[in-house]
């Protein structure tokens, strides 16, 4: 694969590693639900105050969410997501220039964000809802195909595996010939582990320490570690104070050939990464003894 994927009118540049924000109009995310989404309804000063902070401080796209995918999380209805979703794509397009990325899996939210100025489609459930699929197709925007084991109200139920890394392997090369299948060529195909979903502390940290066999499958690789509870499994910390913990965990993810970081705390994470991308510029110019 290319170092280039097409998003919608835009194109995503993954010689260097990139930073998704997240921007979550939902109630009831794990870390930050509430926070844009006040009253029943998108608080679209916030959405907006908060989008142009993290493209000040080193965000290349940003990802928008209208359902809760935490452990447990309950069902939002389609007409509630498609309202938060469709409102705040529309708002981020109109005064943001830079890839907007939807986190869905509901059809009728990826046709609508498609047609509102979105440039990627980010699944959880990878493409695996009727129509889903379909409907990734038809946008010809990028995708983002995720592993999960379970859905949201069960991931987190005794998930199990015979080797983590090549289960999920297993399953991202499925999807990949689905969606070969229905006409999507790979090249604007991004793949996710899904760190957090259906997945132990042990189980996602095995999966951090050979993420670099993921990364070497062809198609490039975000990872969303940005103040999971795996991170409580070693600090006792709530999600507020596992900002230096993500940084970590992303820089890890990017030293083993993860080329998207989706993240809560960007200006930290853009840091770590500048100084990552200057060492390893250095070395590259260094002459041999």
């Given at each position: 694969?290319?170092?280039?994927?097409?998003?919608?009118?835009?194109?995503?540049?993954?010689?260097?590693?990139?930073?998704?924000?997240?921007?979550?109009?939902?109630?009831?995310?794990?870390?930050?639900?509430?926070?844009?989404?006040?009253?029943?309804?998108?608080?679209?000063?916030?959405?907006?105050?908060?989008?142009?902070?993290?493209?000040?401080?080193?965000?290349?796209?940003?990802?928008?969410?209208?359902?809760?995918?935490?452990?447990?999380?309950a069902a939002v209805?389609?007409?509630?997501?498609?309202?938060?979703?469709?409102?705040?794509?529309?708002?981020?397009?109109?005064?943001?220039?830079?890839?907007?990325?939807?986190?869905?899996?509901?059809?009728?939210?990826?046709?609508?964000?498609?047609?509102?100025?979105?440039?990627?489609?980010?699944?959880?459930?990878?493409?695996?809802?009727?129509?889903?699929?379909?409907?990734?197709?038809?946008?010809?925007?990028?995708?983002?195909?995720?592993?999960?084991?379970?859905?949201?109200?069960?991931?987190?139920?005794?998930?199990?595996?015979?080797?983590?890394?090549?289960?999920?392997?297993?399953?991202?090369?499925?999807?990949?010939?689905?969606?070969?299948?229905?006409?999507?060529?790979?090249?604007?195909?991004?793949?996710?582990?899904?760190?957090?979903?259906?997945?132990?502390?042990?189980?996602?940290?095995?999966?951090?320490?050979?993420?670099?066999?993921?990364?070497?499958?062809?198609?490039?690789?975000?990872?969303?570690?940005?103040?999971?509870?795996?991170?409580?499994?070693?600090?006792?910390?709530?999600?507020?104070?596992?900002?230096?913990a993500s940084v970590?965990?992303?820089?890890?993810?990017?030293?083993?050939?993860?080329?998207?970081?989706?993240?809560?705390?960007?200006?930290?994470?853009?840091?770590?990464?500048?100084?990552?991308?200057?060492?390893?510029?250095?070395?590259?110019?260094?002459?041999?003894?």
């Amino acid at each position: 694969m290319g170092d280039t994927i097409a998003c919608g009118a835009r194109t995503l540049d993954l010689s260097r590693p990139r930073i998704m924000g997240v921007l979550n109009v939902t109630p009831d995310s794990f870390s930050d639900g509430g926070q844009l989404y006040r009253d029943g309804r998108v608080d679209t000063d916030a959405l907006l105050t908060r989008a142009e902070q993290m493209l000040v401080e080193g965000a290349d796209i940003l990802d928008v969410g209208g359902e809760s995918t935490r452990p447990g999380a309950a069902a939002v209805s389609e007409a509630e997501e498609l309202d938060r979703v469709v409102t705040a794509v529309e708002a981020l397009a109109r005064h943001c220039d830079t890839i907007i990325s939807v986190d869905t899996s509901t059809p009728s939210v990826m046709r609508a964000s498609a047609r509102c100025g979105a440039g990627i489609l980010n699944d959880v459930r990878g493409f695996q809802r009727p129509q889903a699929l379909q409907a990734a197709a038809d946008t010809g925007l990028a995708l983002c195909v995720m592993h999960m084991q379970g859905e949201p109200d069960t991931m987190q139920t005794a998930p199990t595996y015979s080797d983590v890394v090549q289960d999920i392997a297993e399953f991202l090369s499925l999807r990949l010939a689905d969606v070969t299948d229905a006409g999507i060529n790979l090249d604007r195909v991004i793949i996710d582990p899904g760190f957090g979903f259906g997945k132990t502390a042990e189980q996602n940290f095995e999966l951090l320490a050979r993420l670099e066999i993921l990364c070497n499958r062809g198609q490039p690789v975000l990872v969303g570690l940005s103040r999971k509870s795996m991170i409580s499994s070693v600090l006792d910390r709530p999600p507020e104070l596992r900002m230096f913990a993500s940084v970590a965990l992303a820089l890890m993810a990017v030293e083993r050939g993860a080329r998207i970081v989706r993240v809560h705390d960007v200006a930290a994470t853009f840091d770590a990464l500048s100084m990552w991308q200057t060492t390893r510029h250095a070395l590259s110019q260094s002459q041999p003894l």
